[in-house]
């Protein structure tokens, strides 16, 4: 079956890093999406990764390894207004998007 | 602004009736997709639709419906037949369904049924 893991939720302090992971068992893998989801909003698009290694934009990086079936979401220097949550959905060999649930952050003061 | 609309953002309805949730975009994206969002679990496909007139079941498309006539409308019906249709309904487009391209969502409906 396909399969994506992430930790249900997360605390970290404003001003700092926090590395959110993800598993995936996908049948194919066609690339690596991360999004974020304010509650009760849209997600949004923050990266796709479909090559092995780092790719930063900004305070966000994310990344990924095909051999391992992992990827992660890198943020610093934490806002509040990072208090979301965090999807990591895989492209499959059919073009089809597998998300996880989502890891919700919370971020304290 | 180019974007997705979806309306309303809430919606009550009494078990037993079917309702329809409206979906618009103004992206000329070709490609348009409807997801169920439950707490604690990942995104579900419906229902997708790649081109006008055409549309492909997702992994729980069971007790709904959809329309594709128009480039920019991809209207969802949830029928009486769907066993737990309280949920968040999320819309989204891409420029194309067959190739690999970042998914524009809409605001959501949530929707609870009583």
């Known amino acids: 079956g396909q399969n994506i893991d992430q930790p249900t939720e997360m605390t970290a302090t404003e001003g700092a890093i926090v590395q959110i992971n993800c598993t995936y068992q996908t049948s194919g893998f066609n690339g690596l999406f991360w999004y974020q989801q304010h509650a009760g909003e849209a997600p949004t698009f923050l990266s796709y990764?479909?090559l092995d290694g780092l790719e930063e934009k900004g305070r966000f990086s994310s990344f990924l390894s095909r051999s391992k079936g992992y990827s992660y979401l890198l943020l610093k220097e934490l806002q509040m207004k990072d208090s979301a949550s965090y999807l990591c959905?895989?492209?499959?060999?059919?073009?089809?998007?597998?998300w996880g649930a989502g890891t919700k952050l919370i971020i304290k003061p | 602004d180019g974007g997705i609309t979806q309306s309303p953002k809430y919606l009550f309805r009494k078990e037993g009736q079917n309702v329809t949730l409206s979906c618009e975009q103004n992206l000329n994206h070709d490609a348009m997709y409807w997801y169920r969002q439950d707490p604690g679990q990942g995104l579900r496909l419906i229902y997708y639709?790649?081109?006008?007139?055409?549309?492909q079941k997702g992994d729980i498309a069971e007790g709904y419906s959809v329309s594709r006539e128009k480039k920019e409308s991809f209207p969802l019906t949830v029928t009486s037949a769907q066993k737990n249709p309280t949920a968040f309904y999320l819309c989204?487009?891409?420029?194309?369904?067959?190739?690999?391209?970042?998914?524009?969502f809409g605001p959501g409906t949530r929707l609870t049924v009583t």
């Open positions: 990764n479909v």
């Open positions: 639709s790649q081109i006008v007139n055409d549309f």
């Open positions: 989204a487009s891409s420029i194309q369904g067959d190739q690999i391209y970042e998914q524009y």
């Open positions: 959905a895989v492209t499959d060999s059919n073009y089809q998007l597998i």
